[in-house]
């Protein structure tokens, strides 16, 4: 298998974000067959969390059939033998995901393991558990791309996609000016994100990033459904909030319809807020340049607001252990 050299500063830039798009790290160890399976579990936590809501975005694009779940939590999924349950968690040491591999392992249901280090891989090494390596001495966030491709990996060794044919060639175009200009208007407000459905991993993947990357409070909300209920509020925070809509080429006419008027309410009310539009036709291009695109707003805004990421480091750390 193929593997990048080990990545040794945490403060990644996005040359090296991007360096997985052009060698993908995909080394680990296959000790049994992956055979395939009727329906493939997912289970990642925050940042380890989001190649996989990346790749099931894409399903349709990969032409999936198989069902294909998200686990976020410590309830219990219904899976049997015809299942596939891949554990991603960056430090291996997930309380959620530790549980749920655990339960998954004494069932006996076919199992793979994403992680860079901790209990995970040492789990997946002592019992001969498929495994692949996420790169060292990253934040979970960082390694998206890294998970994708080896979720990819994955489903292709089980015959479930044809991965790497589907892969286009990247010359992925991101708007390093307008990121500076969001990041600036956003330092001293709470953010909002809207989507359609279809793009709701990408409001997910910016609000983490504001939130971890630049400690600042971000909430997400998806269209049409956010128009029944808390836009009718926002006319009166208007000094407190800063609004991103993320607007696809593709989304369903009605929707940008609805993005549209909108639009012209929060200009009456005097909002500051930002339409984002995706352009590339490619699903994969696409979301590939909003998620750096999302990475620079949130770096960006962690400069200006001088973050000391101590402070979060230590309060997560102690969090976890009293769970």
């Excluded at 040794?8 to 360096?19: A, H, S």
């Excluded at 579990?41 to 380890?48: E, K, T």
């Excluded at 793979?112 to 001495?137: D, E, H, Q, T």
């Excluded at 590339?280 to 979301?287: G, L, M, Q, S, V």
């Amino acid at each position: 298998m193929r593997k990048l050299p080990e990545e040794k500063n945490k403060e990644i830039g996005i040359e090296k974000l991007v360096l997985p798009l052009k060698k993908p790290y995909l080394e680990g160890k296959i000790f049994s067959e992956i055979r395939k399976p009727k329906k493939i579990v997912f289970c990642g936590m925050g940042g380890s969390g989001l190649g996989p809501k990346l790749f099931i975005s894409l399903k349709n694009y990969f032409k999936i059939k198989e069902e294909i779940e998200l686990i976020q939590d410590f309830e219990n999924s219904k899976i049997d033998s015809r299942s596939l349950v891949v554990s991603v968690s960056y430090s291996g040491n997930t309380k959620e995901t530790i549980f749920f591999t655990k339960k998954t392992y004494l069932e006996k249901i076919p199992l793979v393991i994403v992680s860079s280090n901790g209990f995970l891989l040492n789990f997946a090494k002592r019992n001969k558990i498929n495994y692949f390596l996420l790169p060292k001495n990253c934040l979970p966030r960082q390694t998206i791309f890294y998970q994708f491709f080896i979720l990819g990996e994955i489903l292709e060794k089980a015959k479930v996609a044809n991965f790497w044919q589907k892969i286009p060639k990247f010359d992925l175009k991101y708007n390093s000016i307008l990121a500076k200009k969001i990041a600036k208007r956003i330092s001293k407000k709470i953010v909002l994100i809207y989507s359609t459905k279809k793009n709701s991993h990408l409001s997910y993947d910016l609000k983490l990033r504001l939130e971890e990357d630049a400690l600042t409070p971000a909430f997400e909300g998806v269209l049409p459904e956010a128009t029944h209920n808390d836009l009718a509020a926002l006319k009166f925070f208007s000094n407190q909030l800063f609004i991103v809509f993320l607007k696809s080429i593709d989304d369903f006419k009605k929707n940008k319809k609805i993005i549209k008027i909108i639009d012209e309410n929060l200009k009456k009310w005097h909002f500051d807020f930002e339409v984002i539009f995706l352009k590339e036709k490619n699903p994969i291009k696409r979301y590939f340049s909003q998620i750096i695109l999302n990475t620079l707003i949130s770096l960006n805004l962690k400069r200006i607001k001088k973050i000391d990421q101590n402070f979060q480091i230590k309060f997560l750390s102690e969090f976890k252990k009293r769970i």
